[in-house]
């Protein structure tokens, strides 16, 4: 998975990219600042940004994460200066996540696992009425478990197959983001 840094602290944004090298991801750039950031994005892309919270002059990470958010790239928030205001500002983006500095190798690492974990396997194939329908995980509203029968609830749609939860959840326990 392709990773940008924007981080105002240049010897932070060294650290952080090598610790991404010894993860499976790949480093693919850093801004300074959040002015750098629409400029990057017209010339390059990435899967995840890792953006500081703080970034001096200029917008804030928190403000630039909305271009990330229009272009459907999850974001990791990164601060030294936690405050549960930020906390939960920063929270109100999609796919965004929070890492308090200092953070080691494992914890970013598990982040953006979890991250490259969602991206790859959206999709899962039901049988409804003898035809098989490919739907995708974030579409999916909730399961409803009667007896034998599991209705899944889509935004509008209800497919019921008999089966039991137990069957279901080891179908689907390598690829389902609800396990």
């Not at 991801?25 to 703080?54: K, Q, R, T, Y």
């Not at 909730?142 to 599991?150: A, K, P, S």
Request: hydrophobic fraction near 40%.
């Amino acid at each position: 998975m392709d990773v940008l840094i924007i981080e105002d602290d240049l010897l932070f944004a060294t650290r952080l990219e090598a610790i991404i090298s010894e993860t499976a991801h790949l480093f693919v750039g850093h801004c300074n600042s959040a002015a750098e950031v629409p400029h990057w994005l017209d010339n390059n892309s990435c899967d995840v940004a890792l953006i500081d919270i703080h970034l001096g002059k200029g917008l804030n990470g928190i403000e630039i994460s909305k271009n990330f958010k229009e272009l459907n790239i999850p974001v990791i928030f990164i601060t030294a200066f936690p405050s549960e205001e930020i906390y939960n500002e920063s929270l109100h983006n999609d796919e965004s996540y929070f890492l308090v500095k200092p953070f080691d190798k494992f914890t970013l690492s598990s982040v953006l696992d979890k991250i490259d974990r969602n991206r790859v396997s959206p999709t899962f194939i039901l049988k409804d009425n003898n035809q098989l329908i490919k739907m995708e995980w974030t579409h999916l509203l909730y399961i409803e478990v009667d007896g034998n029968y599991c209705v899944y609830h889509f935004n509008n749609k209800r497919i019921a197959i008999k089966n039991s939860l137990i069957k279901i959840i080891n179908e689907y326990k390598t690829n389902s983001p609800l396990i």
